[in-house]
Every structure is written in structure tokens, then in C-alpha cells.
């Protein structure tokens, strides 16, 4: 896919970042998730005051999406920061790990800091992953 075809699954991300629920770390993050078929489901992060319930906006945009029957995606889009979009901002350890129960090595990984757009694959920031092929 070309870059220009990420702007809107960038501008679902972005939109998404503003219903962030964040008082804790003022962190606001957005994720968009695009389908086999076309379609966008969002999530933002959404903390907690017992700090180790906060779900990420890349969990939040899944399980949205795999709870909606979508089991096959082709990317996702995440920008994050304090007040402004900043740094890119990179999925966590639990984020990949969940990206990589439900999508493929080759799924695109969007960031947006605001400025520039970084791609990579879920594969190259999630090598060697435990997952459902060792289980069986
Ligand atoms: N966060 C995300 O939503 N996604 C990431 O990839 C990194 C971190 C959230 C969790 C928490 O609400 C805030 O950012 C600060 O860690």
C-alpha cells in the first residue's frame, strides 16, 4: 500500500486520541485499525486509578473490531502524546502480543508524530513471538 492511502485510517486515529480517558498520565493515544474489507475501528487508551487496569488504544481498537465478528486486518495507525501529538509512539510488549494472536507478521504498523509517518511490519517489531502455532 501506498503512504498517501494511510491518511485516512490516520485521520480515524487522530479523532480517536481525543475521547482518550488519560487523568493519570495525561498520555493521550489513538489507534485505528483497517479490515480486509475496508473497515476502520478506533480505540483509545483508557486508565485507570488502579494503574494496571489502563488498556492501550491498540487493545481498545481490537477488541472492538474482534468483537464485531473482523478477523482480518491489513493495518493500524497510532499516534499518541502530552497535549500534542509528539514522538511516535510505539506499541507496548502487551500490544504486540495481542496484535500478534489476531493478525498476520506482514500486518502494517502506522505511526504519526504529528509530522512523519514511520511503517513498519508487525513482524519486524515482533520477531519471534510466542504464539498460537506453539500450542498446538
Ligand atoms: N499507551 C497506549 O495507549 N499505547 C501504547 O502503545 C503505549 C502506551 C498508553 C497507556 C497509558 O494510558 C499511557 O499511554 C501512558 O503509558
Not at 490516520?10 to 493521550?28: C, H, N, Q, T, V
Not at 481498545?60 to 501529538?85: M, N, P
Amino acid at each position: 500500500m501506498i503512504l498517501t492511502d494511510y491518511n485516512k485510517l490516520i485521520e480515524y486515529a487522530i479523532k480517536a486520541r481525543e475521547l482518550s480517558y488519560s487523568p493519570y498520565s495525561g498520555f493521550k493515544v489513538g489507534a485505528a485499525l483497517l479490515t480486509k474489507d475496508g473497515e476502520i475501528y478506533t480505540g483509545c487508551n483508557i486508565e485507570n486509578a488502579s494503574y494496571s487496569e489502563t488498556v492501550c488504544a491498540e487493545r481498545t481498537s481490537i477488541f472492538s473490531a474482534i468483537s464485531k465478528g473482523k478477523r482480518d486486518f491489513v493495518a493500524i495507525a497510532i499516534v499518541g502524546g502530552i497535549d500534542k501529538i509528539s514522538d511516535f509512539t510505539y506499541p507496548c510488549g502487551a500490544c504486540r502480543q495481542v496484535l500478534a494472536e489476531h493478525c498476520e507478521s506482514a500486518l502494517e504498523i502506522v505511526l504519526f508524530n504529528g509530522k512523519e509517518l514511520k511503517i513498519c511490519t508487525l513482524g519486524q517489531f515482533f520477531p519471534c513471538s510466542f504464539n498460537k502455532n506453539q500450542i498446538k
